[in-house]
């Protein structure tokens, strides 16, 4: 599950990983994300991968070669 993330500034946690401005894939389920509230505060959080980014993850890693999202 990906639950929201919460802003420790405002307190808001509507902050959707997909919304991320940056993103460091750690495993290939799990990154950790950067969002930024509408208060302006950076949140940076380990999360999931959410299922319908992953594919985009595996394809933007393949075409780095970051060494993941490869066939077994
Ligand atoms: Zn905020």
């Given amino acids: 599950m990906s639950a929201?993330?919460?802003c420790p500034n405002c307190g808001s946690d509507v902050l959707d990983?997909?919304?991320y401005e940056?993103?460091?894939?750690?495993t290939s389920d799990h990154a950790l994300f950067t969002v930024?509230?509408?208060c302006g505060t950076r949140v940076s959080s380990l999360r999931t991968i959410p299922l319908d980014m992953?594919?985009?993850v595996q394809f933007a890693a393949i075409e780095v070669g970051a060494g993941m999202g490869r066939e077994r």
């Fill in 54 to 56: 992953r594919e985009d």
């Fill in 4 to 6: 929201p993330m919460r």
């Fill in 36 to 38: 930024r509230c509408a």
């Fill in 22 to 26: 940056s993103m460091i894939v750690v």
């Fill in 17 to 19: 990983v997909h919304d």
